[in-house]
């Protein structure tokens, strides 16, 4: 099993930035990828940023130039994902949740946490 926990949401004006935080803990030798995924009222769940173990990543066109994921490894238990946001619009507020992607594609969720962009 995987457990992952995101910090760093909260409210900040348009225009403004934030960096998401997620820890992953448990088989993280497992893990393939992480990414960060939201999902806006009334929308479905869309992805917004990825990175492989290798270090390969792939951000939606809304994000591209804006948001930069990066993953780290802290001792050998321990994951971490950031998602850094700049230039942040009114449409990016959503609840953003972290993903995990085992090797054998089982995929790990985290409870999520909101990011209001409002001025």
């Known amino acids: 099993q995987v457990q992952l926990v995101e910090s760093g949401g909260g409210l900040v004006q348009p225009g403004g930035s934030l960096r998401l935080s997620c820890a992953a803990s448990?088989?993280?030798?497992?893990?393939?990828?992480m990414g960060w995924y939201r999902q806006a009222p009334g929308n479905q769940r869309e992805l917004v940023a990825v990175?492989?173990?290798?270090?390969?990543?792939?951000?939606?066109d809304s994000v591209k130039g804006r948001f930069t994921i990066s993953m780290i490894s802290r001792d050998n238990d321990r994951k971490m994902v950031y998602l850094q946001m700049n230039s942040l619009k009114i449409e990016d507020t959503a609840v953003y949740y972290c993903n995990a992607v085992s090797l054998l594609n089982v995929n790990y969720w985290g409870k999520g946490i909101l990011v209001t962009s409002s001025s």
């Open positions: 990175v492989t173990s290798g270090g390969s990543t792939n951000y939606a």
């Open positions: 448990g088989r993280i030798f497992s893990i393939n990828a």
